[in-house]
């Protein structure tokens, strides 16, 4: 809907713009008549800049928005030197790089803005040394024009700048909310059907560990029974998981949760886990680190960044855990020195089944992000490849 009305009005000023190129090719244009070098590239360059407008919605490539910008800048400098006598053109010259904000594209501005001060010292130059009083209203007042053009540059650079901060704002926005939508309807969805597949699956759990029992198998059938219910087992994990993102939150009372003794439990917990690669976590917290939380959420949430971390750390590595007061914040962050993730990688992350482990099932982060969100907190990550990977979480202290 909001595309569809972005297009419409991105035609309608393509098309005023069009109108407006048009009719000053067709009226009153002192060449008019002349159909001589100056008349002919000033259309040819009507043509191929409205040609660029209309296309640009249909094939919106960086390509095709430098050139509708190069274009634009030749086209106007051309309307510069070709009607010497109509001063308003110089007022285009100043304003070419605000077309370029329109695009939102950083290093196009940049560039257009580039161009268009070297333009400019080349014009005045051409206009100071070699034209002479081709321009009677720039030659006047040289150094005048020159600061009011460097004038308006400035104000375009404020605008761009103003306009980009609040674009990539909205932009941040507009991903958290999308991030939050799809963990709303993992978890809806998780509460319908994990409950309707936990009991057929405790059902038929029940009667293979009755047949497992059995005599009247034999040894190679209890052996199939056994991977079945190991099977069961596997998908019974998968969907108390699922569950505990749909838990309603008075099973889960916020209290007061001492971070220092929770990482303490937890990094013993998982000790022997990581004996099983020879990857050892060291624990080192200062201050006082107190916070409104859930005791159990808060472990859950830490075994599985530090298990993840403990998955993603080569023989050997260590897996470090740190926790401390930072003014308002408690911040706890689990660090390793694995294979890290590329950027495409973390922004994945907290997608449901999204897992590059071949016996992973990619619901550990979505939970992690929901128990992060639950208390207020926020997650950060910072990894590169082959160097590893730091998970940052604060949380208000209390
Ligand atoms: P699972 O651990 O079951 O695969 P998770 O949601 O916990 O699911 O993690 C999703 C994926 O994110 C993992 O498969 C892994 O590729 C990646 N990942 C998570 N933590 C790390 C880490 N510390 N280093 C590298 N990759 C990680
Ligand atoms: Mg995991």
């Known amino acids: ?10 035609y309608i000023v393509a098309w005023i ?3 407006i190129m048009l009719s000053g090719l067709f009226i009153d244009n002192p060449r008019l008549g002349e159909h001589g070098f100056v008349y002919v590239t000033h259309s040819i360059q009507v043509l191929i800049l409205s040609v660029c407008l209309l296309l640009y919605p249909k094939n919106g490539t960086a390509f095709l928005r430098w050139t509708i910008m190069t274009v634009a800048s030749v086209y106007f400098y051309t309307l510069f030197l070709f009607y010497p006598e109509t001063s308003s053109t110089f007022v285009f010259l100043c304003f070419i790089p605000a077309l370029a904000i329109l695009y939102f594209d950083t290093m196009l501005f940049y560039f257009s803005l580039l161009l268009n001060f070297l333009s400019i010292v080349i014009i005045f130059a051409y206009i100071l040394l070699i034209e002479g009083l081709q321009y009677p209203y720039v030659e006047e007042d040289l150094i005048g024009n020159f600061f009011n053009f460097i004038a308006s540059q400035i104000i375009v650079y404020f605008i761009f700048y103003l306009t ?20 709303k309807t993992t978890g809806q969805l998780a509460a319908a059907v994990a409950h309707e597949i ?5 059902v038929v759990k029940g009667f293979l560990q009755f047949f497992e029992q059995d005599s009247a198998f034999s040894d190679e059938r209890k052996g199939q029974i056994t991977l079945m219910i190991d099977e069961l087992d596997t998908a019974e994990e998968v969907i108390s998981q699922f569950l505990t993102v749909a838990k309603p939150d008075r099973e889960n009372v916020t209290e007061y949760v001492d971070v220092r003794a929770v990482l303490k439990s937890v990094t013993d917990l998982l000790h022997s886990y990581g004996l099983l690669h020879d990857n050892r976590i060291a624990l080192e917290v200062t201050g ?10 808060l472990k859950q949430l830490l075994i599985n960044l530090i298990k993840n971390a403990i998955e993603a750390s080569n023989i050997g590595e260590q897996v470090l855990v740190t926790a401390g007061r930072e003014q308002d914040f408690v911040v ?7 294979r890290g993730m590329t950027e495409a990688e973390v922004a994945s992350l907290g997608t449901p089944f999204y897992s590059l482990k071949s016996k992973g099932t990619g619901l550990g982060m979505m939970i ?13 990550f910072q990894s590169s490849i082959g160097h590893g990977t730091t998970i940052t979480i604060r949380f ?3």
């Open 17 to 19: 713009i069009i109108v």
């Open 332 to 338: 706890i962050s689990v660090i390793d020195y694995g």
């Open 396 to 398: 208000p202290a209390t």
């Open 164 to 183: 980009n901060g609040r674009m990539k704002k909205q932009q941040i926005y507009y991903e958290q909310i999308q991030h939050s939508e799809r963990l």
């Open 288 to 297: 006082d680190c107190t916070i409104a939380a859930n005791n159990i959420e």
């Open 368 to 380: 992690c992000f929901n128990i992060v969100e639950k208390f207020k907190g926020t997650i950060d």
């Open 1 to 10: 809907m909001k595309e569809t009305t972005n297009k419409k009005i991105y």
């Open 198 to 202: 936990r009991n057929p699956l405790t």
